[in-house]
């Protein structure tokens, strides 16, 4: 009949019952993605040394822990550098720790990624070897595409951009970049999970920076970045007193730090100008 | 025309395919100041317009089945000083102190070789490119069918009272 024949003519209705997408979206876990910034954040904000181990998800009633997806892991370590006028220390413990466990004593957290730029890093090691490695071999293509090392504030940017390409799923390292610029100044540059970084005089970072940084503030008295005209926050230390500095800062975080160690070793001497630690534990 | 902050260049060719060109490396130099917070030297600029010229294009879909017609003479300042290269259309690239480029280019270039040297002043080459423009120029030298640029150290295309008072030197 002429119904029929219309009724064919109409596109075949799907069986399947229509979905709500919106509905949908509402109620499905849309931070599925940006869930390890979220507890990543919530981490470092709680402080490592008062909490348990952040080995572990950081409480049994978020959402996350009940997924049972948590990649990330804290090895523990600090890292601290000084920018001086023609120099720049910098300087990481070496313990390698997962919860209340020692992996091993002697785990440099430092890479030379260029003659004059040297990076400290500590959080989850996974992720900080594969960001160095990622930022070494960038340095080596550098080197050949444009017939000259990287400088400093060079790979501060590469740094910051490497970071936020991951932003929601973030390398957990938190870093500090020191090194030498074009003009043989020290400088430092400090950095969140995430990329955003600020050329500084000093820094701290890693579980013992909150007992660090107040005693750098306290001897080295940066002046705010809001002044104007800008004023230089390189301290005027000589190398050695800078150095001393740094043993004496460590042997400080040393004492209420459990993720932190040193031992009064003498230290080798890398390069004149630029000179990294590493302070082996016993 | 400017290609960043500190080079610019001169076209020669089709010009269609210049402006391609340019564009590109517009975009490389952006690019590197993105990732590595300072100016692309003059080399890598000339090096990254070349591989385009080599490749006829970039990607599957993007690329020419020819050559780019065009010669650029690439002009910069970075931290080695001044610098000029010349680039043709198989991808090779010179560098050079002094060039010509275009139908005239070659009375202009033996101009060039006898009239060229190291202590030059700014306003002494200005003078000496525009009189060996004029030279193989047909029509007269006026501010409004000549371009002079200059990159010293930033790129600055002159205004045609500044090309007036270079032709008033002549």
Same mark, same amino acid.
């Given at each position: 009949?002429?119904?029929? +024949?219309?009724?064919?003519?109409? &596109? &075949?209705?799907?069986?399947?019952?229509?979905?709500?997408?919106?509905?949908? +979206?509402?109620?499905?876990?849309?931070?599925?993605?940006?869930?390890?910034?979220?507890?990543?954040?919530?981490?470092?904000?709680?402080?490592?040394?008062?909490?348990?181990? &952040?080995?572990?998800?950081?409480? &049994?009633?978020?959402?996350?822990?009940?997924?049972?997806?948590?990649?990330?892991?804290?090895?523990?370590?600090?890292?601290?550098?000084?920018?001086?006028?023609?120099?720049?220390?910098?300087?990481?413990?070496?313990?390698?720790?997962?919860?209340?466990?020692?992996?091993?004593?002697?785990?440099?957290?430092?890479?030379?990624?260029?003659?004059?730029?040297?990076?400290?890093?500590? @959080?989850?090691?996974?992720?900080?070897?594969?960001?160095?490695?990622?930022?070494?071999?960038?340095?080596?293509?550098?080197?050949?595409?444009?017939?000259?090392?990287?400088?400093?504030?060079?790979?501060?940017?590469?740094?910051?951009?490497?970071?936020?390409?991951?932003?929601?799923?973030?390398?957990?390292?938190?870093?500090?970049?020191?090194?030498?610029?074009?003009? +043989?100044?020290?400088?430092?540059?400090?950095?969140?999970?995430?990329?955003?970084?600020?050329?500084?005089?000093?820094?701290?970072? @890693?579980?013992?920076?909150?007992?660090?940084?107040?005693?750098?503030?306290?001897?080295?008295?940066?002046?705010?970045?809001?002044?104007?005209?800008?004023?230089?926050?390189?301290?005027?230390?000589?190398?050695?007193?800078?150095?001393?500095?740094?043993?004496?800062?460590? *042997?400080?975080?040393?004492?209420?730090?459990?993720?932190?160690?040193?031992?009064?070793?003498?230290?080798?001497?890398?390069?004149?100008?630029?000179?990294?630690?590493?302070?082996?534990?016993? | 025309?400017?290609?960043?902050?500190?080079?610019?260049?001169?076209?020669?060719?089709?010009?269609?395919?210049?402006?391609?060109?340019?564009?590109?490396?517009?975009?490389?130099?952006?690019?590197?100041?993105?990732?590595?917070?300072?100016?692309?030297?003059?080399?890598?600029?000339?090096?990254?317009?070349?591989?385009?010229?080599?490749?006829?294009?970039?990607?599957?879909?993007?690329?020419?089945?020819?050559?780019? @017609?065009?010669?650029?003479?690439?002009?910069?300042?970075?931290?080695?000083?001044?610098?000029?290269?010349?680039?043709?259309?198989?991808?090779?690239?010179?560098?050079?102190?002094?060039?010509?480029? +275009?139908?005239?280019?070659?009375? *202009?270039?033996?101009?060039?070789?006898?009239?060229?040297?190291?202590?030059?002043?700014?306003?002494?080459?200005?003078?000496?490119?525009?009189?060996?423009?004029?030279?193989?120029?047909?029509?007269?030298?006026?501010?409004?069918?000549?371009?002079? *640029?200059?990159?010293?150290?930033?790129?600055?295309?002159?205004?045609?009272?500044?090309?007036?008072?270079?032709?008033?030197?002549?």
């Amino acid at each position: 009949s002429a119904q029929n +024949g219309l009724r064919s003519l109409r &596109p &075949p209705r799907s069986r399947r019952p229509r979905r709500n997408l919106i509905k949908e +979206g509402r109620k499905r876990d849309t931070g599925h993605r940006t869930a390890p910034l979220r507890l990543l954040l919530q981490a470092t904000n709680s402080g490592d040394s008062t909490t348990s181990p &952040p080995s572990s998800p950081p409480s &049994p009633t978020t959402a996350m822990s009940r997924r049972g997806d948590w990649v990330y892991e804290n090895n523990g370590g600090t890292c601290v550098a000084i920018a001086g006028a023609d120099y720049c220390v910098v300087a990481a413990d070496t313990r390698l720790s997962v919860g209340y466990n020692i992996l091993t004593r002697e785990h440099s957290k430092i890479c030379e990624l260029a003659d004059k730029c040297v990076i400290a890093s500590s @959080g989850f090691q996974g992720d900080i070897k594969a960001l160095q490695k990622n930022l070494a071999a960038r340095e080596l293509l550098y080197q050949h595409q444009h017939n000259k090392r990287m400088s400093c504030p060079a790979m501060a940017q590469l740094l910051s951009n490497t970071l936020y390409y991951k932003r929601f799923f973030p390398y957990y390292a938190f870093n500090v970049l020191g090194g030498l610029d074009s003009e +043989g100044k020290g400088c430092v540059y400090s950095y969140d999970a995430v990329g955003s970084y600020e050329r500084t005089g000093y820094s701290a970072q @890693g579980s013992g920076s909150t007992l660090i940084m107040p005693v750098l503030d306290n001897q080295l008295k940066s002046p705010s970045p809001l002044l104007v005209p800008a004023r230089d926050a390189v301290t005027p230390l000589s190398e050695s007193e800078a150095v001393d500095l740094v043993k004496d800062v460590f *042997a400080s975080a040393t004492e209420r730090d459990i993720y932190t160690v040193c031992f009064p070793l003498s230290v080798p001497r890398d390069h004149r100008l630029l000179l990294f630690i590493h302070l082996p534990l016993y | 025309m400017e290609i960043d902050e500190h080079v610019g260049c001169a076209m020669s060719g089709l010009i269609a395919d210049a402006r391609t060109l340019v564009e590109h490396a517009r975009v490389e130099t952006q690019n590197h100041r993105f990732s590595y917070g300072e100016p692309m030297t003059v080399e890598s600029t000339t090096q990254a317009i070349c591989d385009l010229a080599l490749r006829f294009g970039e990607g599957e879909e993007e690329s020419m089945s020819r050559p780019f @017609g065009v010669s650029l003479l690439i002009a910069g300042h970075d931290e080695n000083g001044p610098s000029l290269y010349y680039t043709d259309p198989s991808g090779t690239f010179w560098q050079c102190n002094a060039k010509a480029i +275009g139908s005239g280019s070659e009375g *202009a270039d033996s101009s060039l070789q006898e009239q060229f040297n190291k202590e030059l002043t700014l306003q002494e080459a200005e003078t000496i490119a525009l009189s060996i423009l004029k030279q193989v120029m047909e029509e007269k030298v006026t501010p409004n069918n000549v371009d002079i *640029a200059m990159v010293a150290p930033n790129y600055h295309l002159y205004t045609p009272a500044e090309v007036e008072a270079v032709i008033a030197r002549l």
